[in-house]
C-alpha cells in the first residue's frame, strides 16, 4: 500500500526545525501503526509539493529516518517502512478494577474541589477567546529564545543542567532580579533577600505555609484570586476578607488582629483597580502600629502602557513588612512556571528551607536560559512590542463596549491584559459563558472570584492577551447580542 501525502499536515506551533517535524510525523505514524511495514511513503517532490517545503528538507528527513531504521530506501522505487522499524508494545487495554478503597476517608485534605477559572483545554480553536493569563505566540521572540535555550544546553553552562543547587537559585538569574527588575519597581535587595519559585501561585503558597498557621489571622481581598483563596484555606488560619472598590483594597476595612494582608495594589485580581499613593501609605502606617505583615502579589506590572506603573508597596516599606512577589510568567509565557520571592533575610531563609522540602529548586537550565533572555534585552524588547499590541487592542475593546452599551465595572489607569465587566443584575455570567461557546467566544465568569458568601454571578472578565485586534469588535457584539437575550 502507499501512504497518501494527505495524511501529513504541519503544525505551525511545533518546537523545532520542518526537518524534525517531519521525522516526527513519520516516527509517530509508525509506531502508532497507522503507517504499516512495507508502505510507500510520498515521493519527495510529491511531498514537498503538498506541504510548501523545499524538497531537500524532505530528503533530509527521510535520510534521517532511514538512519534509525524506520525507513528503508529501494533504489528508484522509493522510501518505505522498514520491517524492523521500531514498535510499541502491545500490552492490551488495562483491566476493569473496583477500588476496595474508601477514598473520601483516607484523604486528609481535598483539593480537587478548589475554585477554578473553567476554560476548555482547546481554547485556541475559539475565533473570540477573552480568556486571561494566555500568550499570543505571534508576539512572542521565538528565535531569541530558542538562542538562549541552546546557551543554556552548551557546554559552558553544563554545570546549570547537570548539577543540584540544594537550595541555591541560578546566580545570574538572581543578579538580574536584583540589578533590573527590582529596581523598576523602586525596590533595592540583596540577593540574600531573593528567592526563585515556580511561578507566582508557588511564591503565595510557600509565603503562607511560612506565615500561618492555626492561630494566625489571614486577610485577603474580596473579590480576589481564586487560587489564593485556596491556599489559605490549607493554611489552618482564620481567613478574613477585605472589600476593594474602585481604588483597590481599603486600609481601614482591614480587620484587627490581622498578622498577614494578602493584596495586589498594584493591579487588583480581578478588577485590574490601582491603589493610588495615600492608600498605600495608609496601609503601611496600619502594618507599622499594628505589627502585622503585607504579601503584595505585583503582576502586570510591565503592562502599563497608559500611564508609568507606580512605586510598587515594597519599595515605600521602611520595616521590611512587606513580602514582594514578582513573576515571569505573565510576561513571558505561562507555561514557564518561573517568579520570585523577595522580602527580608530572615523570611527568606525560612521560605528557601520550605522550598527545599517540596522541591529544591526551579530547574537550572531553565533559570539559566531566562538569565540569557533578560540579560541579553530580548525580555524588555518583548515586553514594549507586548505594550504596543496590548494598548492598540484595549482600545478597540473599549470601543465596542461603549458601541454596544456593556457596562466595565473595574478600570485599571495603567494598562493591564484584561477589563471587569458587569451585566445586569438578572445575567447569570456561568451560563452566559456556556451559551457563547457555540458562537466561538470565551469569557470568564466573575463568581469564582467571589467570597462564598453572598457571592454575586453578573460579573465577567475579558482578556485582550491572546485574541487578535481584528477579532475583538465581532467578539464583543456576540457578547451583547447574548447579554440581549438572557
Same mark, same amino acid.
Given at each position: 500500500?502507499?501512504?497518501?501525502?494527505?495524511?501529513?499536515?504541519?503544525?505551525?506551533?511545533?518546537?523545532?526545525?520542518?526537518?524534525?517535524?517531519?521525522?516526527?510525523?513519520?516516527?509517530?505514524?509508525?509506531?502508532?501503526?497507522?503507517?504499516?511495514?512495507?508502505?510507500?511513503?510520498?515521493?519527495?517532490?510529491?511531498?514537498?509539493?503538498?506541504?510548501?517545503?523545499?524538497?531537500?528538507?524532505?530528503?533530509?528527513?527521510?535520510?534521517?529516518?532511514? @538512519? %534509525?531504521?524506520? /525507513?528503508?530506501?529501494? +533504489? #528508484?522505487?522509493?522510501?518505505?517502512?522498514?520491517?524492523?522499524? &521500531?514498535? *510499541?508494545? $502491545?500490552?492490551?487495554?488495562?483491566?476493569?478494577?473496583?477500588?476496595?478503597?474508601?477514598?473520601?476517608?483516607?484523604?486528609?485534605?481535598?483539593?480537587?474541589?478548589?475554585?477554578?477559572?473553567?476554560?476548555?483545554?482547546?481554547?485556541?480553536?475559539?475565533?473570540?477567546?477573552?480568556?486571561?493569563?494566555?500568550?499570543?505566540?505571534?508576539?512572542?521572540?521565538?528565535?531569541?529564545?530558542?538562542?538562549?535555550?541552546?546557551?543554556?544546553?552548551?557546554?559552558?553552562?553544563?554545570?546549570?543542567?547537570?548539577?543540584?543547587?540544594?537550595?541555591?537559585?541560578?546566580?545570574?538569574?538572581?543578579?538580574?532580579?536584583?540589578?533590573?527588575?527590582?529596581?523598576?519597581?523602586?525596590?533595592?535587595?540583596?540577593?540574600?533577600?531573593?528567592?526563585?519559585?515556580?511561578?507566582?501561585?508557588?511564591?503565595?503558597?510557600? @509565603? %503562607?505555609?511560612? /506565615?500561618?498557621?492555626? +492561630? #494566625?489571622?489571614?486577610?485577603?481581598?474580596?473579590?480576589?484570586? &481564586?487560587? *489564593?483563596? $485556596?491556599?489559605?484555606?490549607?493554611?489552618?488560619?482564620?481567613?478574613?476578607?477585605?472589600?476593594?472598590?474602585?481604588?483597590?483594597?481599603?486600609?481601614?476595612?482591614?480587620?484587627?488582629?490581622?498578622?498577614?494582608?494578602?493584596?495586589?495594589?498594584?493591579?487588583?485580581?480581578?478588577?485590574?483597580?490601582?491603589?493610588?499613593?495615600?492608600?498605600?501609605?495608609?496601609?503601611?502606617?496600619?502594618?507599622?502600629?499594628?505589627?502585622?505583615?503585607?504579601?503584595?502579589?505585583?503582576?502586570?506590572?510591565?503592562?502599563?502602557?497608559?500611564?508609568?506603573?507606580?512605586?510598587?508597596?515594597?519599595?515605600?516599606?521602611?520595616?521590611?513588612?512587606?513580602?514582594?512577589?514578582?513573576?515571569?510568567?505573565?510576561?513571558?509565557?505561562?507555561?514557564?512556571?518561573?517568579?520570585?520571592?523577595?522580602?527580608?533575610?530572615?523570611?527568606?531563609?525560612?521560605?528557601?528551607?520550605?522550598?527545599?522540602?517540596?522541591?529544591?529548586?526551579?530547574?537550572?537550565?531553565?533559570?539559566?536560559?531566562?538569565?540569557?533572555?533578560?540579560?541579553?534585552?530580548?525580555?524588555?524588547?518583548?515586553?514594549?512590542?507586548?505594550?504596543?499590541?496590548?494598548?492598540?487592542?484595549?482600545?478597540?475593546?473599549?470601543?465596542?463596549?461603549?458601541?454596544?452599551?456593556?457596562?466595565?465595572?473595574?478600570?485599571?489607569?495603567?494598562?493591564?491584559?484584561?477589563?471587569?465587566?458587569?451585566?445586569?443584575?438578572?445575567?447569570?455570567?456561568?451560563?452566559?459563558?456556556?451559551?457563547?461557546?457555540?458562537?466561538?467566544?470565551?469569557?470568564?465568569?466573575?463568581?469564582?472570584?467571589?467570597?462564598?458568601?453572598?457571592?454575586?454571578?453578573?460579573?465577567?472578565?475579558?482578556?485582550?492577551?491572546?485574541?487578535?485586534?481584528?477579532?475583538?469588535?465581532?467578539?464583543?457584539?456576540?457578547?451583547?447580542?447574548?447579554?440581549?437575550?438572557?
Amino acid at each position: 500500500m502507499s501512504i497518501s501525502e494527505e495524511l501529513f499536515f504541519l503544525d505551525p506551533s511545533f518546537d523545532g526545525t520542518l526537518q524534525k517535524q517531519l521525522q516526527h510525523i513519520v516516527a509517530e505514524g509508525v509506531l502508532s501503526g497507522r503507517f504499516p511495514v512495507g508502505a510507500k511513503l510520498p515521493s519527495s517532490r510529491r511531498l514537498a509539493q503538498h506541504l510548501g517545503v523545499s524538497r531537500i528538507t524532505v530528503t533530509l528527513a527521510y535520510t534521517e529516518l532511514v @538512519a %534509525s531504521d524506520y /525507513l528503508t530506501s529501494r +533504489g #528508484r522505487s522509493g522510501y518505505f517502512v522498514s520491517e524492523t522499524a &521500531p514498535r *510499541l508494545p $502491545d500490552f492490551g487495554d488495562a483491566p476493569a478494577r473496583e477500588d476496595r478503597v474508601d477514598w473520601g476517608a483516607h484523604i486528609a485534605h481535598s483539593h480537587s474541589r478548589a475554585a477554578r477559572v473553567a476554560r476548555p483545554e482547546d481554547w485556541r480553536a475559539y475565533p473570540y477567546p477573552f480568556i486571561y493569563g494566555q500568550t499570543d505566540k505571534r508576539l512572542f521572540d521565538h528565535a531569541n529564545w530558542r538562542q538562549c535555550a541552546l546557551m543554556a544546553l552548551g557546554q559552558r553552562d553544563f554545570a546549570s543542567l547537570t548539577e543540584d543547587y540544594y537550595d541555591r537559585d541560578d546566580d545570574k538569574l538572581v543578579e538580574f532580579i536584583a540589578r533590573h527588575s527590582l529596581p523598576r519597581r523602586g525596590i533595592r535587595a540583596r540577593r540574600e533577600e531573593i528567592l526563585v519559585t515556580l511561578g507566582a501561585q508557588n511564591a503565595l503558597w510557600i @509565603a %503562607s505555609q511560612v /506565615l500561618l498557621g492555626e +492561630g #494566625r489571622r489571614a486577610v485577603r481581598e474580596n473579590p480576589g484570586y &481564586p487560587q *489564593l483563596r $485556596d491556599i489559605l484555606s490549607q493554611s489552618r488560619a482564620e481567613v478574613l476578607t477585605v472589600p476593594v472598590d474602585g481604588r483597590g483594597l481599603i486600609p481601614d476595612a482591614v480587620p484587627k488582629g490581622a498578622d498577614v494582608v494578602f493584596a495586589t495594589p498594584s493591579h487588583q485580581c480581578p478588577t485590574a483597580a490601582t491603589m493610588p499613593m495615600d492608600r498605600r501609605r495608609r496601609l503601611l502606617e496600619r502594618a507599622s502600629a499594628e505589627d502585622f505583615l503585607v504579601v503584595e502579589d505585583d503582576y502586570e506590572f510591565e503592562m502599563s502602557f497608559l500611564t508609568p506603573p507606580t512605586p510598587a508597596l515594597k519599595s515605600l516599606d521602611q520595616e521590611g513588612r512587606v513580602i514582594y512577589v514578582g513573576s515571569f510568567s505573565k510576561s513571558l509565557f505561562p507555561g514557564l512556571r518561573l517568579g520570585y520571592l523577595v522580602g527580608s533575610e530572615a523570611f527568606i531563609r525560612e521560605a528557601r528551607a520550605m522550598r527545599a522540602l517540596m522541591l529544591r529548586h526551579p530547574p537550572g537550565h531553565i533559570q539559566r536560559t531566562v538569565a540569557y533572555f533578560l540579560s541579553l534585552g530580548h525580555y524588555d524588547a518583548l515586553i514594549r512590542r507586548m505594550s504596543s499590541a496590548f494598548q492598540q487592542r484595549r482600545a478597540v475593546m473599549e470601543e465596542a463596549i461603549a458601541q454596544h452599551g456593556l457596562s466595565v465595572a473595574g478600570r485599571d489607569a495603567l494598562g493591564g491584559s484584561s477589563l471587569w465587566l458587569q451585566a445586569p443584575p438578572h445575567v447569570d455570567t456561568e451560563a452566559l459563558a456556556l451559551g457563547l461557546r457555540p458562537e466561538g467566544v470565551l469569557i470568564e465568569p466573575g463568581a469564582a472570584f467571589f467570597d462564598d458568601r453572598d457571592r454575586p454571578r453578573n460579573f465577567y472578565r475579558l482578556a485582550y492577551s491572546s485574541i487578535p485586534r481584528t477579532a475583538i469588535p465581532e467578539g464583543i457584539a456576540r457578547i451583547a447580542r447574548a447579554i440581549a437575550r438572557a
